[in-house]
């Protein structure tokens, strides 16, 4: 009877996220931006929107990509997301630097709750 239900929400579970995010975006784009900032501390939020796409993306796709990132279905990316927002993209991305998620959620936290909401995420991508 709950067989459907056999996800444990502890567990992360990259095989759906990679897929949802592959829906909206392609992964070879996704492969090169992932590469292009392997190395640590030098994760540019501009620049990668642009190399997976998501800058040329409507504002619904854009919105669906925050939904994947979301992790906690909070409504919110918080910082603790935001460390780990590259495996978002795809499971074996790389966590952010602690400077990198500080950076990263300053320049989007524009209300200055600690967290990224999605109207806060869909401007900071189509800046």
């Given at each position: 009877?709950?067989?459907?239900?056999?996800?444990?929400?502890?567990?992360?579970?990259?095989?759906?996220?990679?897929?949802?995010?592959?829906?909206?975006?392609?992964a070879d784009d996704i492969k090169k931006a992932l590469d292009?900032?392997?190395?640590?501390?030098?994760?540019?939020?501009?620049?990668?929107?642009?190399?997976?796409?998501?800058?040329?993306?409507?504002?619904?796709?854009?919105?669906?990509?925050?939904?994947?990132?979301?992790?906690?279905?909070?409504?919110?990316?918080?910082?603790?997301?935001?460390?780990?927002?590259?495996?978002?993209?795809?499971?074996?991305?790389?966590?952010?630097?602690?400077?990198?998620?500080?950076?990263?959620?300053?320049?989007?936290?524009?209300?200055?709750?600690?967290?990224?909401?999605?109207?806060?995420?869909?401007?900071?991508?189509?800046?």
């Amino acid at each position: 009877m709950f067989s459907s239900f056999s996800f444990s929400p502890h567990l992360s579970s990259p095989p759906p996220v990679e897929m949802a995010m592959s829906s909206i975006l392609n992964a070879d784009d996704i492969k090169k931006a992932l590469d292009a900032f392997a190395a640590a501390d030098s994760f540019d939020y501009k620049k990668f929107f642009e190399m997976v796409g998501l800058k040329s993306k409507s504002c619904d796709e854009v919105k669906k990509v925050f939904t994947v990132l979301d992790a906690d279905n909070s409504g919110f990316i918080e910082e603790e997301e935001l460390k780990f927002v590259l495996k978002g993209f795809a499971k074996d991305g790389r966590d952010l630097s602690d400077k990198e998620t500080k950076e990263f959620l300053r320049a989007a936290d524009k209300d200055g709750d600690g967290k990224i909401g999605v109207d806060e995420f869909a401007a900071l991508v189509k800046e």
